[in-house]
DNA sequence: TTTGTTATTGAAAACCATTATCAATAAGTA
DNA sequence: TACTTATTGATAATGGTTTTCAATAACAAA
């Protein structure tokens, strides 16, 4: 996905096409990591000196309203944002670098269904995330 | 674990026991759903009129510190705590009635160790938390 | 028990992230 | 090119959380 894609998203969608618009989604869309808004807004500056914080958390909202980016929760914090995997996908984090990886697993659905069972509970999501070092970081 | 056992805990780590941490973990302890400061706040007020917003953050705060209690993470937000499980539990919580249940499972290692085989990353920690619901709810 | 030290308290103010308001601007269409 | 209206940034408002501070009360020691 290319921020060209998500700008064409957000058109179809019937939103118009601003400056301010493609600062944030060329900053958010070529992370690598999670940002928190005031990150974005800093970021997006650089491309756009006009933008205001509020455009950024304006569309930061239409763009996890059409799941192109989604909010990761972290023991520190639950603002930041990272683009979207495709599809069901779990994420994991370095602790260090704050670089987010994306992985596919559902291997969960037999634990799921023990533990439907178990609980009585009929379960329709599952969040998992996981944490640890990435390679980079790891070396050093 | 019941509130005496928490506060005892409290005690032994140099913290004075006051009506005020009584009311709050009498609260925070006997609830099977997450709570937020605020709730905690309302329902505590009931066995202590006089008891202030503020002790109550400061409340949260120590039994975290001592996990007892911890963060509950959910769509709408991520300021609620519940008492803790003991050792290494995960969450299972009811979207209707808001009801957590725990489980153990750490049927999650081959999964762990595929992904850290196919990304590189060294992973120390995982995040699991299942949604649904509970057997009380599924009935209505 | 009484006393003294000091952690704890609640009220008020400060703080910070997020949201609402609003007039000016500019995107997209006819 | 002109027109409609979504979008903008600045400002103000909001709401949750933290800090400040003087008064209080827990609890250890006498």
Known sequence: ??????LAQLHENGYRLTDARRAVVETVEKSNRALTPVEVYDMARKKYRALGLVTVYRTLEKLEELHLIQRVHQPMGCQAFISAGEGHQHLLLCQNCGQVAFFEGDDLDVLTKSIAKK????????????????AKCRAN
């Open 1 to 6: 996905m290319s921020a060209e894609l998500w």
């Open 119 to 134: 609980t009585g509970y009929q379960i329709s999501e599952h969040w998992l995330q996981l944490f640890g070092l990435c």
